[in-house]
């Protein structure tokens, strides 16, 4: 178990185990409904409707339910999170929807979590074949990882996302599981590539980057769901904030936890009076646009993780710490659907895709995930699925 506690006191501990008794309600009551099926990645009028093991979420609504099996010890999780595993086993053997990086949230939420916490060794197999099948989209020349699609796709081709710092622990596992260095090799070089273009000069980030796959030339950057290609998407930012850190949990390369603090005080600037983002950070109050509550609620799971591992004696570590804490009370407070008794999600006001109108202040499955770790994070110790 890693220790990544902060100091509470006694009425903050009180407020967050009640946050999380609301979120159990919720995965407890959604148990029935999500068996076979897996929440849509976005609600519709803060209902999830249920869809097929298709898309890059599924893994989250997985992750929720370990989480509860992990703060409660009831057999009534165990068993939903273990059947899911079916699910799963299924998608990477048929090859299902696996042509895309996602394999890292998909598996790591999955199947890891199920090897770490319960020891399950087909869990374990199926997540090595998950890496394996993320390794085969590797681009040597490049150092990249590419986001979506078949390889060969001239649209997709040679492309790099700021999410996939997230799918890079999936490698650096399967690498101290196999003793294959070639794994961690290709997710360190890949962080590297992305700290190098996918962040500017002012510390914002690029959503999306390109690469010549052949040459490893650098091409051009631009976005995919941010408001502009030269704007700060903020859930990309706070991807970056938590992949980073995580790449240096692996490698202990200092580079990444400078990548990290470069993100995450930018990131905290931009915050606007109730200390959660729009979903670009060019927006801010009086703007008319919406929040995203999922971009905060992964930021403070990545501040959580980046203040544990900066010295003690960092004026950063608390400075991060406290600000996460901050955040989280105010997603507590005032994005949850307490005040929502139709709802089956738990963090309200989120964005899936603005410029596509997809999940426009709504729950987001990942939101809902983070949302709980944040909690699990900040009320005992943990056993980290990433």
């Not at 068996?35 to 009028?45: I, L, N, Q, T, V």
């Not at 339910?65 to 273990?82: C, I, M, N, S």
């Not at 990548?259 to 703007?287: E, M």
């Not at 990545?302 to 010295?311: D, F, I, R, T, V």
Request: with cysteine; glycine share 8%; charged share 20%.
């Amino acid at each position: 178990m890693q220790k990544i506690t902060p100091e509470l006191k006694d009425e903050e501990r009180l407020f967050f185990e009640q946050a999380l008794e609301f979120a159990l309600q919720q995965i407890a009551g959604n148990l029935p409904v999500f068996k076979e099926r897996f929440p849509a990645p976005a609600s519709h009028d803060l209902i999830y409707p249920a869809v097929p093991n298709t898309d890059w979420t599924a893994s989250f609504w997985t992750g929720m339910v370990w989480l509860a099996y992990e703060w409660t010890g009831e057999g009534k999780y165990l068993e939903a999170a273990e059947r899911q595993l079916n699910s799963f086993r299924q998608r990477v053997v048929e090859r299902i929807s696996v042509d895309t990086h996602d394999l890292g949230f998909l598996y790591s939420l999955s199947a890891v979590a199920a090897y770490r916490v319960n020891g399950n060794p087909a869990a374990r197999e199926m997540a090595l074949e998950a890496a394996g099948l993320l390794a085969e989209r590797y681009f040597p020349e490049a150092g990249i990882i590419q986001a979506w699609g078949d390889l060969n796709d001239p649209e997709q081709r040679g492309r790099m996302i700021i999410d996939c710092l997230l799918n890079l622990p999936l490698l650096y596992w399967a690498a101290e599981e196999t003793g294959d260095s070639r794994y961690s090799a290709m997710a360190r070089r890949h962080a590297l590539q992305s700290a190098r273009y996918l962040i500017r000069p002012d510390h914002t980030s690029y959503h999306t980057y390109y690469m010549d796959p052949e040459t490893g030339k650098p091409l051009y950057g631009n976005t995919h769901q941010g408001y502009a290609d030269d704007s700060c998407w903020s859930r990309g930012q706070a991807w970056g904030i938590y992949g980073f850190t995580l790449s240096y949990v692996y490698t202990g390369d200092p580079a990444f936890l400078d990548a990290s603090r470069q993100l995450a005080d930018y990131f905290l600037a931009k915050r606007p009076a109730d200390g959660i983002v729009y979903w670009d950070l060019i927006f801010t109050d009086g703007d008319g646009q919406e929040k995203d509550s999922s971009a905060a609620a992964i930021a403070v799971c990545g501040l959580l993780e980046l203040s544990a591992q900066l010295p003690t004696d960092d004026p950063g570590a608390s400075g991060y710490r406290e600000a996460a804490v901050e955040m989280l009370a105010a997603l507590a407070e005032g994005y949850t659907t307490k005040d929502q008794p139709h709802s089956n999600g738990i963090l309200k006001h989120g964005v899936y895709n603005k410029p596509r109108g997809w999940g426009i202040d709504e729950c987001t499955l990942w939101g809902d995930y983070f949302y709980c770790e944040a909690l699990m994070r900040v009320l005992g110790e943990w056993q980290r699925y990433w």
